[in-house]
């Protein structure tokens, strides 16, 4: 009875040092924990014969499920509006869900790829008035992950956010990512 104890608290101690290293391993990866980060990017609202860029701010969250799968949502809105031939071009807001299938390694570069849906709400004012569109997409694009120290990454992506007939919304992206 006594070596059925004792082998029951060597295995019960080896799992949860065990679950320690990997708990430890897992924070230090960012892999099973959640994430935040803050993104500038450069989009193009490019409608056929007009193509404006403007500038967006967006926040995400999410989690890390696998070493290779994560899943995020994002929100963000525009911050620099473009004028071409006396119209205002901005992208107001834009909010989506995305899954990101990375391509885990040992070095500090973690490439990915990423699939989702976005809504955008598209503005053009002018003088006479102004006309407001929303719309959501399928949405995905590339990008890389650089650690910069165990909780913080930072970020450069290419993202095609909406597309539909001769609308295109594409987007470059810089930011910074925080682990938890």
């Known amino acids: ?37 803050l993104n500038y990017s450069f989009v193009s609202l490019d409608n056929g014969n007009a193509e404006a860029d403007v500038g967006t701010l967006s926040a995400k969250v999410g989690v890390m499920a ?13 911050v620099d509006d473009d004028r071409i031939g006396g119209v205002d071009y901005s992208l107001d807001n834009f909010f989506g869900g995305y899954a ?20 955008v709400e598209v503005e053009a004012e002018s003088a006479f008035g102004s006309a407001t569109e929303d719309d959501s997409d399928v ?10 120290a165990p909780n913080l990454s930072g970020n450069l992506e290419y993202m ?3 597309e539909d007939g001769n609308t ?11 682990n938890f």
């Open 160 to 162: 095609r956010y909406y």
């Open 100 to 119: 990101t299938f990375n391509l885990a390694n040992e070095s500090p570069l973690t490439p990915y790829a990423i699939l989702g849906f976005t809504r």
């Open 139 to 148: 949405s995905y694009g590339i990008g890389m992950n650089m650690e910069f």
């Open 66 to 78: 696998t070493p290779f799968l994560g899943i995020e949502a994002r929100g963000g809105f525009g």
């Open 1 to 37: 009875m006594k070596s059925t104890k004792l082998i029951a608290t060597v295995f019960a101690s080896g799992l949860a040092a065990a679950g320690t290293a990997h708990a430890q391993d897992m924070y230090k990866s960012g892999v099973g924990g959640l994430y935040s980060g």
């Open 168 to 178: 295109e919304i594409d987007g470059l992206g810089v930011g910074l990512q925080f």
